[in-house]
């Protein structure tokens, strides 16, 4: 997506500071990196140091670095032998959004916080994962 800041384009007006779904994105720290697949946002953490959920005894790959919500629902902690880690993401600058078939992800110093149209989502960080 091309970023447009503030000009109408066939009657609608783009905002800076709100990314729409494409290819995903990365925290301005490098080690939050996002991206859509279908109606879900999966993002993935390079380094964590809190305490990571207990791991499914049918989970015999990665698990504890990655994390998805859909636009209905509640969050899931994934067991992903993949990552979204792209380097050549955009970067998301802290105090913008992104938004994509009802998630919105806010990009914070504290963090990524991705919230669906029930409420429900996950805040994560290097120090603390929050599934709400």
């Known amino acids: ?5 503030s000009i109408p384009v066939f009657g609608l007006l783009l905002l800076p500071g709100v990314a729409h779904a494409q290819d ?3 925290s301005p720290s490098g080690n939050i990196f996002c991206e859509a697949d279908g109606d879900t946002i999966r993002c993935d953490l390079v380094n964590s140091s809190f305490a990571k959920p207990p791991r499914p005894r049918d989970c015999d790959t990665d698990w504890g670095h990655a994390y998805s919500v859909g636009p209905r629902g509640a969050s899931s902690v994934l067991c992903a032998g993949d990552t979204m880690v792209n380097r050549g993401a955009r970067v998301l600058r802290y105090g913008a959004r992104w938004d994509s078939k009802g998630v919105t992800c806010f990009s914070e110093q504290t963090g990524m916080r991705c919230i669906n149209m029930d409420g429900r989502g996950f805040e994560i960080s ?7």
């Open 1 to 5: 997506m091309r970023w447009l800041a």
């Open 126 to 132: 290097r120090t603390r994962l929050n599934r709400f």
């Open 24 to 26: 995903g994105f990365q």
